[in-house]
């Protein structure tokens, strides 16, 4: 990946935190696994940097979409 795809990154993740701050969801991070995938805390339930970014992606970022993923995410655990 270059430079101007990594900054794109880069903004495409600090809009998703942004985006789920603004709807009241608690997330804390990032931080970084010995594999250097970054990880954040997300009410409760802990999320990848890929996770998010496709989840933006996918357009899933509306308050009662969030809701489920959330839901869904604390199944898993």
């Given at each position: 990946?270059?430079?101007?795809?990594?900054?794109?990154?880069?903004?495409?993740?600090?809009?998703?935190?942004?985006?789920?701050?603004?709807?009241?969801?608690?997330?804390?991070?990032?931080?970084?696994?010995r594999s250097g995938m970054?990880?954040?805390?997300?009410?409760?339930?802990?999320?990848?940097?890929?996770?998010?970014?496709?989840?933006?992606?996918?357009?899933?970022?509306?308050?009662?979409?969030?809701?489920?993923?959330?839901?869904?995410?604390?199944?898993?655990?």
């Amino acid at each position: 990946m270059g430079i101007l795809g990594f900054r794109k990154q880069r903004k495409d993740l600090r809009s998703a935190l942004q985006s789920m701050r603004s709807h009241g969801i608690i997330v804390n991070g990032h931080y970084r696994r010995r594999s250097g995938m970054f990880v954040f805390s997300v009410a409760n339930s802990v999320i990848t940097e890929d996770e998010l970014l496709r989840l933006q992606g996918e357009g899933k970022f509306e308050t009662s979409e969030l809701q489920e993923i959330l839901a869904e995410i604390g199944k898993r655990l």
